[in-house]
Structure formats: C-alpha cells, structure tokens
C-alpha cells in the first residue's frame, strides 16, 4: 500500500494530468485536493482526448473512485457539463464523490474576476476569468456558499439572497455592472443540485475509511509550485496551494498518511500568464518548443511562454514539496535541437545566485546562467525503455537528476498513455529511479 501526492513542479502545464492518468491504473482512490476550473488535465488514451477541469484523471478507469475533495472550488455547471461529456463517450461517474465542504463557484464570482482584472489594466495578473480567486476569497471572508449548501434548498435561497445583495453593490458601484437577480441565481443552482446530489458524500471520512482498508491512495494536484499563493511567485499565482502539503488540507487527511511525493516537471519550462520567466525564450527555439510541444491552456487556450529548463526552481520545488522522485514529460519536444541549455543558476546585481528568491523583484531580475548540453536529433517517442534512448537523451536526463538532487521515476515521450518509459513505479516501486544515490544509472525498467 502507498499514498502519493502528485504536484506540478513548475508553473503548472508539466503534464500532471498523464502521470495521475498513469498511477490511476494501481490506485484504488483518486482525490483532487485544490483548484477549480482554472486547472486543465489533458489525457490521451487509444487516440481519443480528454480535457478535464474539476474531475479527477482517475474517472477513466472503472473501479478507481475519484474524490472532489473540499479544497477545491466547483463550478456547478462546468461540472455538469465535464460529467455529460464523459458519459456521451461511454465514461461512467459512479465512481465520482463530490465533497460536501467545497465551496462553490457562483456567477458573481466570474463577474468580479474578469472586471477586477480589466481594471488592473498593465497591472493583471493573467487570470483565467473563471471566477476561481474571488471564490477563494469568500472562503476565507466567511461568507462562502459551499456544496452542502446547495443540498438544503432553504439555507440556499437564504445565503444566495444575501450574497447577491451584497455583490450587487459591488458590481453596480465599483465596476459598472448590471445587478444579478437573486431568484434567478437560486432557481439555476437548485436545478445543479438536483443533478449533482448523488455525489455528494463526506469526503474525509470515504478517505479516512480507504486508509484504514489499506487502499492505494492517489492525490492529483492542480497547477504547479511557482503557482503556490504563499510559496509561488506572488502576485502571479493561484489562490490555493498547490504544493505537498496541500494536499492533505484540501483533502482533509493528516500528514502521516503520506507515503510519498512526485514532482512533475516538462523537460523544458513553460508558464501561462504574466509574471517574471528568467529562461523565456523569445525566438526561432521559443516558437518551435511550443509549436511542436502544443503548448496551449487546456483552459483558455492561451498559447503558453516557453523557455530551457530551469534547475533553480526545479531545486526549491523539491525543497518545498520534499519531492521523492520526479516525472520528466515531453522529452520528444526536444528530440531536433542540436544542442539544449539549462538554467543552473542566475545572476542578479552581479552575483551568481543558486536558488530562487522569493522576493519579487529580485526574481524579475534575474538572468539565467546556463550549461549547454548537445541535443540528440532522433527521435524518442518509440522508447519505452532507458536502453531505448539515444545516450545523449540519457544524459541529459541524468544531468537533470544530478541538479536537482532526486531521482527520476518516469520519463514521458508522447501524449499517449503508452508513450511512457517506467522507471520504476513510485506507488509500488522501491524508493530509486534514474540516478542512485550512490549516482549509478538505471539502465532498464524495473
């Protein structure tokens, strides 16, 4: 039995939804612990895509159950929507559970966020205008509607009479909005409760009691640790916590239940929105990563920064998650180039720096210092093993295990769930990978 946490490495985008996709297979129970539709996992089986916001990647195999745990924030319509898009293709949700805890996303919400980031004006922040900050907020303000809520129809009618005649003032006086009618607002969401109250359970005792049955647990993180509200690059953040330790808040567990965290990271770096990116690449070698990478939001469609990888911030992702192991994905992005740098450290105010600073500035005024490494021009998405990798592939991989102090468990080369070299298996697998401690090499799965 192992209980593994499952976070992004970087900006988010690193590919999270194909590993939890991967692991799901020997889970028994998948919890997403935090975020809300802001988030997007894109999965890939037999040639068909999925794209999923709020529904655990674990949804496609039957008997996983999969747990919207009560960090996360629900959009009831998108929900619904990601429910019926499943079922139209032969997916079934018997086994989806909704937290009765989550807050829950209300159309004031979305208003809020999108006129609040027209208003920064070259202030914004790159929200995806989904409404998932604002609902944050009124979680911590104590005036949140959460899904139990929507379970008891007059306690509903009652917190959405107040709320919206609160929000209204906000929205007339503040943005220039038209006002939202309350019993309009109550009729729609009572219509989402009745669609959503088969699902709706007690989600920390159904995680309690799968811990106590000795079950393989699976916590699928959103976003990645750059985007973390206390540990990311602030103000360009999320509005919840992505990192490790989360994960037991947003799913309602103890620390000690924890056996393990992977960390995943794409082979280069990417990041959506605004905020500094010391290794952004502005040309031919940007372009090309990000065509050949696909590199659009799941969420917003919005073409993502490309840039090399950047072992600074990889280190502190293992500092603050305690990464044990991590997931490399789109190395096939790289396989033309003929040669690939990696940020190893940057200068700032004519020092060399080895670690990311948490001040904001400091940050935007870094340059990063680089190692260039020789690409390997041949193609690696037919490579299911190690062996099967092109020696320069190899030692690149291993360069990055060395930088950033922790072995590799698997190594994606392709969106496909068959496109994937297991190095070992970090549910079931001894705590090794690519690179030993001793620094020898796995040369073969395991």
Same mark, same amino acid.
């Given at each position: 039995?192992?209980?593994?946490?499952?976070?992004?490495?970087?900006?988010? $985008?690193?590919?999270?939804?194909?590993?939890?996709?991967?692991?799901?297979?020997?889970?028994? #129970?998948?919890?997403? /612990?935090?975020?809300?539709?802001? !988030?997007? +996992?894109?999965?890939?089986?037999?040639?068909?895509?999925?794209?999923?916001?709020?529904?655990?990647?674990?949804?496609?195999?039957?008997?996983?159950?999969?747990?919207?745990? /009560?960090?996360?924030?629900?959009? *009831?319509?998108?929900?619904?929507?990601?429910?019926?898009?499943?079922?139209?293709?032969?997916?079934?949700? %018997?086994?989806?559970?909704?937290?009765?805890? !989550?807050?829950?996303?209300? =159309?004031?919400?979305?208003?809020? $966020?999108?006129?609040?980031?027209?208003?920064?004006?070259? @202030?914004?922040?790159?929200?995806?205008?989904?409404?998932?900050?604002?609902?944050?907020?009124?979680?911590?303000?104590?005036?949140?509607?959460?899904?139990?809520?929507?379970?008891?129809?007059?306690? &509903?009618?009652?917190?959405?009479?107040?709320?919206?005649? @609160?929000?209204? #003032?906000?929205?007339?006086?503040?943005?220039?909005?038209?006002?939202?009618? =309350?019993?309009?607002?109550?009729?729609?969401?009572?219509?989402?409760?009745?669609? &959503?109250?088969?699902?709706?359970?007690?989600? /920390?005792?159904?995680?309690?009691?799968?811990?106590?049955?000795?079950?393989?647990?699976?916590?699928?993180?959103?976003?990645?640790?750059? &985007?973390?509200?206390?540990?990311?690059?602030?103000?360009?953040?999320?509005?919840?916590? =992505?990192?490790?330790?989360?994960?037991?808040?947003?799913?309602?567990?103890?620390?000690?239940?924890?056996?393990?965290?992977?960390?995943?990271?794409?082979?280069?770096?990417?990041?959506?929105?605004?905020?500094?990116?010391?290794?952004?690449?502005?040309?031919?070698?940007?372009?090309?990563?990000? $065509?050949?990478?696909?590199?659009?939001?799941?969420?917003?469609?919005?073409?993502?920064?490309?840039?090399?990888?950047?072992?600074?911030?990889?280190? @502190?992702?293992?500092?603050?998650?305690?990464?044990?192991?991590?997931?490399?994905?789109?190395?096939?992005?790289?396989?033309?180039?003929?040669?690939?740098? #990696?940020?190893?450290?940057?200068?700032?105010?004519?020092?060399?720096? +080895?670690?990311?600073?948490?001040?904001?500035?400091?940050?935007?005024?870094?340059?990063?210092?680089?190692?260039?490494?020789?690409?390997?021009?041949? /193609?690696?998405?037919?490579?299911?093993?190690?062996?099967?990798?092109?020696? !320069?592939?190899?030692?690149?991989?291993?360069?990055?295990?060395?930088?950033?102090?922790?072995?590799?468990?698997?190594?994606?080369?392709?969106?496909?769930?068959?496109?994937?070299?297991? #190095?070992?298996? *970090?549910?079931?697998? =001894?705590?090794?990978?690519?690179? +030993?401690?001793?620094?020898?090499?796995?040369?073969? %799965?395991?």
């Amino acid at each position: 039995m192992a209980n593994v946490v499952v976070i992004g490495a970087q900006w988010g $985008d690193e590919g999270k939804g194909k590993i939890t996709d991967l692991l799901s297979k020997s889970a028994d #129970v998948v919890v997403r /612990s935090q975020g809300g539709v802001n !988030a997007g +996992h894109t999965l890939v089986v037999k040639g068909q895509t999925f794209k999923l916001h709020l529904i655990p990647s674990g949804i496609l195999y039957p008997d996983t159950e999969c747990v919207i745990g /009560s960090g996360t924030v629900i959009d *009831p319509q998108v929900l619904i929507e990601e429910i019926e898009r499943l079922e139209a293709v032969g997916v079934k949700s %018997n086994n989806l559970f909704i937290s009765q805890t !989550a807050h829950v996303t209300m =159309p004031y919400h979305r208003l809020i $966020d999108r006129a609040a980031e027209e208003r920064r004006g070259k @202030y914004k922040l790159g929200t995806t205008g989904r409404g998932i900050g604002p609902t944050y907020a009124d979680k911590s303000e104590r005036t949140g509607i959460r899904v139990v809520d929507l379970m008891y129809a007059d306690d &509903l009618r009652q917190k959405i009479e107040w709320s919206i005649n @609160y929000k209204n #003032v906000i929205l007339e006086k503040l943005y220039n909005l038209s006002p939202l009618n =309350p019993q309009e607002v109550i009729k729609e969401y009572l219509k989402y409760a009745d669609r &959503l109250r088969p699902y709706v359970i007690d989600s /920390s005792l159904k995680i309690d009691s799968a811990v106590k049955e000795k079950k393989n647990i699976l916590f699928e993180g959103a976003q990645g640790t750059l &985007l973390d509200l206390d540990h990311g690059t602030y103000p360009y953040v999320t509005s919840s916590n =992505p990192i490790a330790g989360g994960a037991c808040v947003g799913a309602g567990v103890g620390p000690t239940i924890i056996d393990r965290v992977i960390g995943i990271a794409k082979a280069y770096t990417t990041r959506v929105g605004e905020g500094p990116f010391p290794t952004e690449l502005h040309g031919e070698i940007g372009e090309h990563l990000g $065509d050949r990478g696909a590199e659009f939001g799941t969420t917003t469609g919005r073409r993502r920064r490309c840039g090399w990888f950047d072992a600074a911030i990889g280190r @502190y992702a293992v500092r603050i998650n305690g990464l044990d192991c991590l997931a490399i994905t789109k190395l096939d992005v790289l396989d033309e180039l003929d040669e690939i740098k #990696v940020c190893i450290a940057y200068e700032l105010d004519g020092a060399t720096c +080895h670690h990311f600073p948490t001040n904001a500035s400091q940050f935007a005024r870094c340059q990063p210092i680089y190692e260039t490494l020789p690409g390997w021009k041949q /193609s690696t998405a037919n490579c299911r093993s190690l062996d099967d990798l092109p020696q !320069a592939a190899l030692n690149y991989l291993k360069f990055l295990a060395e930088l950033m102090e922790v072995p590799i468990a698997i190594v994606s080369v392709g969106a496909g769930r068959e496109q994937t070299i297991i #190095v070992e298996d *970090p549910i079931h697998g =001894p705590k090794r990978g690519l690179l +030993h401690a001793n620094g020898d090499s796995v040369r073969s %799965n395991l």
